[in-house]
């Protein structure tokens, strides 16, 4: 395994988080084009302009970005709760351990931010996600809901931190 460090990449990886998203979002879903840098920022951007206690976690391999979580308060702040909106791990990083180390540092830099629990959604179709989350401590949470844009089945994920 790679020797991994956390960051909060807030003010300085957005660009990098959304290469990973577009990057492993297209591998992920088997399709050659990866969408460009233009059409993946807004997507991160919107996590971290939608509230003042959003933030963005990067992983780094020395200084190559390898994975990374938007996370941001779920309903009020008050009630302690934190939604990772979008979680990604660089293709070139899958199966080395960046998704593990950044799932097991998010849970830690959100417990200091005063968060109590976590949330995220996942397609049900990704196994490998499925996997890396369940390892994680991380717990089903109702029957899941389909996407209202891909028409994909997607499962809620809870954590108590």
Do not use: C
Request: proline residues 5%.
């Amino acid at each position: 395994m790679p020797d991994y460090r956390l960051i909060d990449g807030t003010g300085t990886h957005v660009d990098a988080a959304a290469q990973i998203w577009a990057e492993a979002t297209a591998k992920r879903d088997g399709d050659a084009d990866v969408a460009p840098l233009e059409l993946a920022r807004p997507i991160i951007q919107r996590v971290l302009e939608g509230s003042p206690h959003a933030f963005l976690l990067i992983v780094l391999a020395g200084e190559t970005a390898a994975a990374f979580a938007a996370i941001a308060p779920w309903g009020e702040v008050e009630d302690r709760e934190a939604e990772i909106h979008y979680l990604g791990v660089a293709p070139a990083f899958w199966g080395h351990g960046a998704g593990g180390f950044l799932l097991e540092g998010a849970a830690r830099e959100m417990q200091l931010r005063g968060f109590v629990r976590a949330r995220l959604s996942v397609y049900a179709d990704n196994p490998a996600a499925l996997r890396l989350y369940e390892g994680a401590g991380w717990r089903v949470h109702g029957e899941g809901k389909i996407h209202p844009h891909s028409g994909r089945l997607e499962r809620e994920y809870r954590l108590t931190l």
